[in-house]
């Protein structure tokens, strides 16, 4: 079986936000909307501080609380493990929103413009694909994937930070990463099961 | 105001097209643009493309929207409104091209039949596409000997300014020292330790290839030892960061030169002996001591116990100590008088100035040192080269752009120098284009690195011929900010004649420089201003003629010779590499600048003939045979860039092919030809390690003001002293001008450039992608205070603050920080100003520049004519209405 699952080098990661707008630019989300986003933090006290870097996407969790909320079945968790989105079945409740412990569900509410009273062709075409009153998020780039290419984050991320491939594959190279590096989930102890895992920046 | 709709044209397709990114003055990246029904919908990196292999950065993916910017200049456009200023409405009124280039070409014939002086040609990062304007073209054979302002040459001016100098000027030493251009760059190859005082390595900008190179590097165990007032995403990832006060790693330099020549007592002897002109007599007057006849610089053999020529094959050994006598004269070899110099500067000494612990300039020292395996050799295509894997890094703009920071650069050359680790594996090289060669390192007559362009400078003329006063500052970078205050006031610095146009070519010089007042009052002053724009920034709002460029999507060009930034390793070395793009649909009635220069030239009479725009292009490329430009004949942009690529590439090679894959690349000095030390190995040449040309050159100087009975303009008689200070034969301590600062601007402010924003390059300022991530950056547009410092000033973190100079004053939020050195304050890129015709995005963040001078005495170091970018602040909290 495939369970696609994602890791992030946080040793790597410089937080310079190319995979957020990689995203931006492959799924045309409005203003407002980024499905990933990169936390910025720091550690420690000066002079022996640093910055930190946390990329966050969906989770596509293999235990996800948004598919067990959904009224309507919009959400499921698809066999390779990708969680999508029916936007045709979604009545937009954002029950889903208020359950996922990452907070990386986004409800369409407005298209909102990236220049205030204009609008460029680029959202022209692309915002078609999105549709007001349903919620949206991170799809792990599935129209890519079956293409069998890897998510825009994945391929843009110009420290070559992220990796992506198949969790059920031991000798995979995410497999590996995450045993040789001691890869790490977000609040596993929340029992999600995430696909997407963290090495650590040390 | 402008009209806000843009028509894109309808075709159905789905292409891919090669292309490359200006989205930074970089501008190495090969793109593939995906061209979806006429839509610009993504840019991913071109895999192929050997400097980005596949990557770009988040500002090349958002140049979508600087296509797509509704704001942008659409046709071309006429004042109607006399009033000028960056914030009045200029009355703009379309006319067409013809009536535009006419009346721009009438004005250029009319100055160039007067006195060509009179026009100034501005350009900038915005314009580091243009083949005709901008002098970063230049050409290895040559050894840059061929200046590259095509445009300005065959017009017949000197004036061409750049606005992007001022803040940057960090090339004098590489020039000197390296006899390359533009800079120092970190060769990560072999490199075990690296010190970076002031500068990026990469990650701090986001850009690919360096990005790559430097988790490589830190992957494969390099040790980063980061000096900076802050804590950044680099020293975040290496192995030290230094916090510093700004202006003083000079002393820090200093002080790891006393620490090795004092303390540690271990250097690279044979490469002082062979490969410098430490062992060269010095004088009591402080020059070479020459042979009588031969006028050769001589050196002392101690076992032979006599002096001879620096090239005497019968040298035994050479003294690099003591005092002998010469013809009677007293003489010491160079290095004995640099270690004089070096005595006073004890890391005691250096911690008082820096803050930095004493012992943290010695730990790290003795780490340099021992990295620096003095004595270890590698074996590279047979050759055997000195194996030296530490390098102290110059040209770092944040430590260079300082009084006495000229003097720190050159100091970490004699750092380099001390453990052999210069232009050879793992130790300090140039980014000269298109890399390393024979003529790099080629010795003159002096056996000594032949200098180059800034170090060689520009010789005496009285009354000046150039605007930006070149000839009292002649080793200067770009001083724009002399320019205005020379326009202002020709009768203190000596112009004879009046500036009556400016060419502005992406240059903003009033956002991105300082004085911002001085510059507008020139501005105003000048009566006739064409701007080649495509936003209508703070410069461009000064217009009388605004035409408008295509945005660098919409450009058919062809790259040459890029240089790379940052960082080279093996992946890049010998790279020769021309990046095409192929353009994408314009979506306005723009053109290309280049081909507003052809179409300028012509009609204004100088494309043509001896000495015309053809001339100058087939000398500066270096066309031959029928690759030449008949000097008769009009030719089209592309066909002049297909003949360029065929004399560099060979004849089989051509822009058509360029287009179709993107690039044409070639590697010509890789292996053991890939270091400079290869065609002048052992004893064949010398790099200064003792700054005898930089004594000339303010010798030189001076004697020239005696003989004229003139001044430096801007500098009082009195100072004339404290301005040859910085051109002394060896590096010495000099407090900037806010060491003197009175006691309650109590603080000092730094900056640096974000991936957001590293330029203005591509329209940072006005995109609207850049702008919603930066808006919600918990770092970007704030002001940042160290946590402790704000505390005792009652500063919580989010108030609206206010840091003052003595120069101007800048409002922002601020940011309670870990990352930053408790006496500075910390105010990244360049955020601020903008205009009324702008995305009123570009209108946001704390402005930098407001806090800066370049009041000559007071903020210019004269060897390389920098801004000082450090000035001492205060900072109170204000009310939220105040602001």
């Known amino acids: 079986m495939t369970r696609y699952a994602m890791v992030i080098d946080l040793k790597k990661c410089i937080g310079c936000d190319t995979c957020t707008i990689a995203c931006r630019a492959e799924n045309a989300t409005t203003k407002g909307i980024l499905f990933n986003r990169v936390f910025k933090f720091e550690v420690g006290k000066y002079p022996h501080s640093k910055l930190g870097f946390l990329p966050v996407t969906c989770m596509h969790c293999a235990k996800p609380e948004c598919e067990k909320q959904c009224p309507t079945g919009a959400t499921t968790r698809r066999k390779d493990g990708i969680v999508i989105v029916d936007k045709d079945k979604c009545m937009g409740c954002q029950y889903c929103v208020v359950t996922c412990p990452y907070g990386t569900r986004y409800y369409l509410d407005k298209i909102e413009k990236y220049v205030k009273g204009f609008e460029t062709p680029y959202e022209k075409k692309g915002h078609k694909r999105h549709k007001k009153g349903t919620v949206e998020k991170c799809d792990f780039c599935l129209k890519r994937v079956e293409r069998g290419e890897k998510p825009a984050c994945v391929v843009s991320c110009i420290a070559n930070a992220r990796y992506f491939g198949d969790l059920d594959d031991p000798n995979s190279e995410v497999s590996r990463l995450i045993a040789l590096r001691r890869g790490y989930t977000l609040n596993p102890e929340l029992g999600t099961e995430p696909s997407v895992y963290y090495l650590p920046d040390y | ?883």
Not at chain 2, 872 to 877: A, E, F, L, N, T
């Open chain 2, 1 to 883: 105001m402008a009209q806000l709709t843009i028509e894109s044209p309808r075709e159905s397709e789905d292409k891919w097209i090669p292309s490359f990114c200006m989205m930074c003055m970089q501008a190495d990246d090969g793109t593939l643009v995906h061209i979806e029904d006429g839509v610009v919908t993504n840019i991913i990196g071109n895999p192929d493309c050997p400097t980005n292999l596949g990557k770009v950065c988040l500002r090349s993916i958002s140049s979508i929207m600087g296509l797509y910017n509704p704001y942008r200049v659409k046709a071309p456009l006429k004042r109607t409104n006399p009033e000028k200023g960056p914030d009045i409405d200029p009355g703009w009124v379309e006319i067409s091209w013809d009536e535009a280039l006419n009346i721009v070409a009438e004005k250029l014939r009319k100055i160039r039949e007067e006195d060509p002086r009179k026009l100034l040609v501005w350009e900038g990062w915005g314009c580091a596409e243009s083949l005709f304007i901008t002098p970063k073209e230049v050409e290895r054979a040559t050894n840059y000997e061929v200046p590259g302002q095509i445009f300005a040459e065959a017009f017949g001016t000197p004036n061409v300014v750049g606005s992007h100098g001022p803040t940057c000027s960090i090339h004098y030493a590489a020039n000197l020292v390296h006899g390359q251009h533009p800079e120092y760059i970190s060769d990560l190859e072999h490199c075990d330790y690296l010190i970076a005082p002031g500068r990026t390595v990469g990650p701090n900008v986001a850009t690919p290839g360096a990005t790559r190179r430097f988790i490589q590097a830190i992957e494969r165990g390099m040790k980063l030892v980061t000096i900076d007032p802050r804590c950044s995403v680099e020293a975040s990832k290496g192995y030290r960061w230094i916090p510093i006060r700004p202006g003083t790693e000079l002393a820090f330099a200093l002080s790891m030169i006393h620490v090795i020549l004092y303390e540690i007592r271990k250097f690279d002897i044979w490469f002082i002996k062979n490969r410098t002109n430490g062992p060269y007599l010095i004088g009591p007057d402080g020059y070479y001591v020459r042979d009588s006849e031969t006028r050769k610089p001589l050196v002392w053999d101690p076992i032979d116990k006599k002096a001879k020529t620096f090239d005497d094959p019968s040298i035994k050994d050479y003294a690099l100590e003591g005092e002998y006598f010469v013809g009677g004269t007293k003489t010491k070899p160079a290095f004995q008088l640099i270690k004089e110099r070096m005595k006073e500067y004890t890391p005691e000494w250096a911690e008082k100035i820096t803050s930095v612990p004493a012992e943290t300039i010695r730990t790290t020292t003795k780490e340099f040192v021992e990295h620096a395996m003095i004595g270890s050799t590698i074996e590279i295509d047979g050759f055997t080269f000195p194996l030296r894997p530490a390098q102290i890094a110059g040209s770092g703009r944040g430590a260079v752009s300082h009084k006495g920071g000229m003097y720190f650069d050159l100091c970490t050359k004699i750092i380099n120098m001390l453990v052999g680790a210069m232009e050879v594996p793992g130790g300090a090289t140039g980014n000269r284009n298109p890399g390393p060669c024979a003529e790099t390192l080629r010795p003159n007559e002096d056996g000594i690195v032949k200098p180059i362009l800034e170090a060689i400078g520009v010789p005496w003329k009285f009354p000046p011929d150039h605007v930006d006063m070149a000839e009292f500052y002649p080793t200067k970078h770009t001083a724009p900010h002399l320019a205005v205050r020379a326009i202002l006031n020709p009768e203190e610095y000596y112009l004879t004649y009046p500036i009556e146009a400016f060419l502005i070519c992406g240059a903003n010089p009033i956002r991105a420089i300082c004085d911002a007042e001085i510059f507008i009052e020139a501005f105003k002053k000048v009566p006739f201003i064409v701007a080649i724009s495509t936003q209508f920034d703070e410069t461009t709002m000064m217009a009388d003629i605004v035409l408008p460029e295509s945005y660098f999507l919409e450009r058919k060009f062809c790259r040459f010779y890029l240089v790379v930034h940052q960082s080279i390793a093996d992946d890049v070395r010998g790279l020769e590499m021309a990046l095409c793009r192929n353009p994408v649909p314009p979506l306005f009635n723009t053109m290309q600048i280049d081909e507003i220069i052809i179409e300028l030239a012509d009609r204004a009479g100088f494309l043509k003939g001896p000495g015309g725009l053809n001339d100058v292009i087939n000398r500066t490329f270096m066309l031959t045979d029928h690759r030449k430009l008949d000097l008769d004949k009009r030719y089209s942009f592309d066909e002049i860039v297909d003949r360029r690529i065929k004399q560099i590439f060979g004849d089989e090679h051509s822009l058509e092919e360029g287009l179709k894959k993107g690039f044409i690349y070639k590697f010509s000095a890789t292996g053991k030809k890939g270091y400079n030390y290869y065609y002048w190995p052992d004893n064949k040449t010398r790099h200064p390690i003792y700054f005898e040309y930089t004594k000339k050159t303010g010798d030189t100087l001076r004697e020239n003001l005696k003989k004229y009975n003139v001044k430096i303009p801007g500098w009082k008689e009195e100072e004339l002293d404290n301005f040859f200070e910085y051109f002394e034969p060896i590096p010495k301590w000099i407090p900037n001008a806010e060491f003197e600062a009175p006691p309650e601007y109590d603080l000092w402010v730094a900056n640096w450039k974000t991936p957001f924003m590293p330029f203005a390059t591509g329209g940072t300022q006005e995109n609207p992608w850049l702008a919603e991530l930066r808006e919600n950056d918990p770092y970007e547009m704030f002001i940042h205070i160290n946590t402790e410092t704000a505390k005792k000033k009652g500063i919580k973190d989010g108030d609206w603050v206010e840091v003052e100079s003595r120069y101007g004053k800048t409002k922002g939020r601020a940011k309670l920080t870990e990352l930053i050195h408790p006496e500075v304050i910390g105010i990244p890129a360049c955020y601020g100003r903008g205009t009324i015709l702008m995305n009123p995005v570009a209108k946001e963040g704390p402005p930098f520049n407001v806090l800066m001078t370049a009041k000559e005495n007071i903020a210019l170091d004269p060897l390389s004519g920098t801004i000082d970018v450090g000035p001492r602040v205060k900072i109170r909290k204000i009310e939220e209405e105040a602001r």
